[in-house]
Every structure is written in C-alpha cells, then in structure tokens.
C-alpha cells in the first residue's frame, strides 16, 4: 500500500490521525457536537441531586381606575400542595433538578390581591358551611383550590452559545358560594417562560423568572374570573 493511500483506507475513528512530518502521525482533535454542553454536564455531575431554589415574592400593581368589587366575602385559600421540581426535558442534560416552595409566596400574593380587589374580605382556616354565610355576615364565600404546577427547562444547542428555557404553569380552580349554595366554578390557569443564551449555566436565573412570571399570570387571572363571576348573574 503507498502512503499516499494510507489514510483513505482508514475507518472515520483511525482517520483522526494524519500526518505530521516523514512517516510521522499525529492525533486531531475532532470537535464534539455537544461540546458546548460540557459546562452543564460537568455542574450536573457534581451536583446529581434536587436544589432549592427561592422564588421572589409577587405582587399585581394595583389599578387604580379600577374599583374593588362591592360585597362582603370569606375567602378559603387552599395552600401546601404546591413545591414545584424543575427537571430537565432535554435529553443532553438530565442530571439534577430545582426545587421551589411556593405555597406561602402563592398564599401571601393572592391574599393581597384579593384585599386590592374585593370591597372587603376575611380569610378563614377552612371553608364554612354555605348556611353559615349569610348569619356570619357575609355574601358570598370565595374558595381557591390548587391545581396541577409543573416546571421544567431544557437546553438548546446554539453554536457557540447554549440557548437555555425555563418553564412553569399553575392552574387553581375557583369557586364561589352564596347562601343559597349557589356555585359557580372555574379554573384559572398562569403560564411562564423565559430564554437566554450563554456560554454560562443560567438555568437558575430561566426557571426563577418563569416561575415569578407564571405566579403574576396566575393572579391577573384570578382576578378576571372573580369579577366575571361575582358581577355576572
């Protein structure tokens, strides 16, 4: 076989060599395809477990054009079922997760925007009999109850930089009861996402702010439906 030749008859893995100087090889470094994934892979593999990550408080700014709802209401806001684990949906990077408790963040933010919303409200421990709304004082009762959270990111390949998302959604559903046991009930839904590009891991930074985006959706939903329901017969 004449050297020239040589090469052209090596397999995609020998032909990593080629020649340097008289009857000398030497290796190439073949670029991965996922190389610019390594940063993420190399975090994952020392970490390999579930962290917490805090979420920032929320609030809507209130409006002032717009006039809280007449009436007097108790307010039942079901809080507990809702820590959140961001696990990756990309099939590079599947090591570790994020962890975040948004019960008493969801709890506090839906408080006050009920309070900016309603002419007057009192929050109960648990909700009370539809008999006991009108002799307590009230018109009608307002229950909040957790529905399905998820949130996830996932990794782009965008070469050179790594195109990183965060995502989360919320669904609650609500009710309202007057005294005659008259129910009227509705899901609210809150939806998040968030993308940047870097040759850093930031995707602390993508699930945090889809998760706080998600929440204020969440709320401006809420607020919707409650005035929808309340004010249509």
Known sequence: MKMRNFLDHLSPRQSLLTRSGKGSFEAVKSPSKYANFLPFLLVGLLLGCTNNL????????????????????????????????????????????????????????????????????????????????????????????QGKAESSFRIHKTFPLTGQQGDASLNVTIAIIDAENTIKQEIAAGHGYLIKSSIFDLREEVIKSATESALKNLLENIVTTLRKQITTN
């Open 54 to 145: 805090e979420i920032s408080p929320v609030n809507l700014v209130e409006d002032k054009t717009i006039h809280p709802v007449q009436g007097n209401y108790t307010a039942f806001v079901e809080q507990g079922a809702w820590v959140l684990e961001a696990k990756s949906r990309s099939a590079v990077f599947a090591v570790g997760g994020y962890e975040s408790n948004l019960n008493e963040i969801y709890a506090d933010a839906l408080k006050a925007t009920l309070k900016a919303n309603l002419q007057s409200v009192v929050f109960s421990e648990v909700p009370i009999p539809a008999s006991q709304i009108r002799s307590l004082g009230f018109d009608r009762q307002i229950i909040i109850h």
